[in-house]
């Protein structure tokens, strides 16, 4: 029996070894020709730390020439005809594409040259929908709203959303019919991985595991430890930030913003990590002050490892955590408040140990790898 031929479409390597990796992994086994087209890397840091992972597994993957930041009209358009040609030469069964950048790419030749079935991830819309927009990002999120309706003409097509906001975006648009919306919480996580991480009252780190992004809220993240070292005096807890700070994107910060920061308050930078384990085991309390997510992985990583989260009551990050539960919300771009969140757990052993209990439990039932490979696996077998 001939075996289905499923690609998938991602903006670079690192999201997809660690986001997509054990999807792919797992329709391999299920019989299915898998192959992966990325784009250039937007992180060298990154890149380098999943090269090597990649270098195990057989799978073809093929790097563009494109990256998700890239606005060039020009540069966009000689990828489109690049990925057009191979496609044509590949003739998929299924095309699984995910994020921006390569949904528009990805959808646009589906469209054009009629590929058999498109699954469409919504994993995050990015920094054109957060924050104050200007004239040109305007402009964008039309063109990319205009595009995106195009695509989603597809006749035989399922879209996966990892919140109900999202949901919501794509069926008010007209997108997508009900009945072709998946529901998935994030990517998912290896709950065996974190079975072993005991919760320690103890430990006293404030981490923040993120790409070192403003619309990540990593300033709002400095600002609220300085408030708090200012106002509780000989406060011993730490606030560390681990993640890629050689990110292109519009929203990352300069080096000399980070230099400002660096060494005060108790505040540590450390470079992306690819195995955060050791790090929620040594943690307290996980915060992230994100304006606006898919559903964010270090979080549900934080729930499965049993740490108390404060994240930010918009989209995505608010389903990621039980308030009052799990976790705490604070109101975004919002230093202020999210002291007081992170304050209300460091002053408070019995909230934590409370929360770290919930957390395992909401992360069993909400986040296991295991049943976001199975929605994915129905999808393809579902495919014609």
């Known amino acids: 029996m001939k075996k289905k031929k499923l690609v998938f479409l991602i903006n670079d390597l690192p999201f997809f070894m660690s986001h997509r990796l054990p999807i792919a992994l797992n329709a391999v086994k299920n019989g299915y020709d898998v192959r992966i087209f990325t784009g250039q890397p937007a992180s060298v840091q990154m890149y380098n730390s999943y090269k090597n992972i990649n270098n195990k597994f057989n799978f073809p993957i093929t790097e563009l020439n494109f990256k998700s930041s890239d606005l060039n009209l020009f540069n966009n358009f000689y990828v489109f005809i690049k990925i057009l040609n191979t496609f044509k030469k590949i003739n998929p069964d299924i095309l699984h594409v995910v994020s921006m950048k390569s949904i528009i790419l990805g959808g646009m030749i589906a469209r054009l040259i009629n590929i058999k079935f498109l699954v469409i991830s919504f994993s995050g819309f990015g920094y054109l929908f957060t924050g104050k927009k200007t004239f040109f990002e305007r402009i964008l999120i039309f063109l990319f ?59 006293n780190v404030v981490l923040m595991p993120s790409r070192l992004l403003k619309n990540k809220g990593v300033i709002d993240f400095f600002e609220a430890a300085k408030i708090i070292y200012e106002n509780e005096k000989g406060i011993k807890w730490k606030f ?47 915060c992230l002050p994100s304006h606006r997510e898919g559903m964010p992985k270090s979080v549900i990583e934080a729930a499965a490892s049993g740490i108390p989260v404060v994240t930010t009551d918009t989209v995505g990050c608010q389903e990621s955590i039980i308030p009052g539960k799990t976790g705490e919300l604070a109101n975004v771009n919002d230093p202020q408040d999210l002291a007081v969140k992170i304050m209300s757990l460091i002053s408070n052993n019995k909230k934590r140990m409370l929360y770290s209990i919930a957390a395992k439990e ?6 296991d790898l295991n049943s976001v490979i199975e929605k994915h696996m129905q999808i393809y077998h579902n495919s014609s």
Do not use: M
């Open 145 to 203: 709203l205009f595009l995106l309706k195009i695509i989603c003409k597809h006749k035989n097509k399922k879209i996966i959303c990892q919140n109900f906001v999202d949901k919501t975006f794509v069926l008010k648009n007209g997108l997508a019919k009900n009945k072709e919306i998946i529901f998935i919480k994030g990517s998912g996580v290896d709950l065996k991985l974190y079975k072993k991480i005991k919760y320690n009252i103890n430990n």
């Open 362 to 367: 909401f992360a069993k039932k909400n986040f």
């Open 240 to 286: 560390i930030v681990i993640g890629a700070s050689d990110y292109e994107n519009p929203s990352a910060i300069t080096s000399d913003e980070l230099n400002k920061w660096t060494n005060k308050y108790n505040i540590e930078i450390i470079n992306h990590n690819v195995d955060l384990r050791s790090f929620y085991s040594s943690s307290g309390i996980v």
